[in-house]
């Protein structure tokens, strides 16, 4: 399987709040870690949610050396053409553009599947199914 990670899991790895889902999130990175895919998209949502103002997970050195770390994975660069493959695949489909964007990059890099709970698990969009890594 060739996943693609969604920042919910990235998040989750290192959020001690939920000690399941650390632990989950933290598994599934180590599993997939030969294969697995990210996007700029994630790398900027990462950091802009564990770096947040009032209630940060991280701070700003630990998120953008983590950051940093990431980008040893590929990583999908959003261009013209994913946008316009987004926009369509959020009209198609009604998802929030962001969420289209994330099947957009997974499917551009030829990902079966996109580990992430934002999504409706077990279903197929536009071509890449949707896998909850927290599902119970």
């Known amino acids: ?76 660069v959003i261009d013209e053409q994913l946008v316009l493959d987004a926009i369509a695949i959020s009209a198609r489909v009604m998802l929030s553009y962001w969420d289209a964007l994330i099947l957009s990059a997974a499917r551009a890099a030829g990902c079966d599947a996109v580990l992430t709970e934002d999504l409706s698990q077990g279903s197929t969009i536009a071509g890449v199914r949707i896998e909850n890594p927290f599902a119970v």
Do not use: C, W
């Open 1 to 76: 399987m060739k996943p693609f990670i969604d920042t919910n899991v990235l998040v989750y790895a290192n959020d001690p709040a939920d000690r399941r889902k650390q632990h989950i999130a933290r598994e599934t990175l180590l599993e997939h870690a030969g294969t697995l895919v990210l996007s700029a998209q994630v790398l900027s949502e990462f950091y802009s949610v564990v770096t947040r103002r009032f209630s940060p997970l991280l701070g700003l050195e630990e998120a953008r050396t983590i950051v940093d770390d990431l980008r040893r994975f590929p990583i999908v």
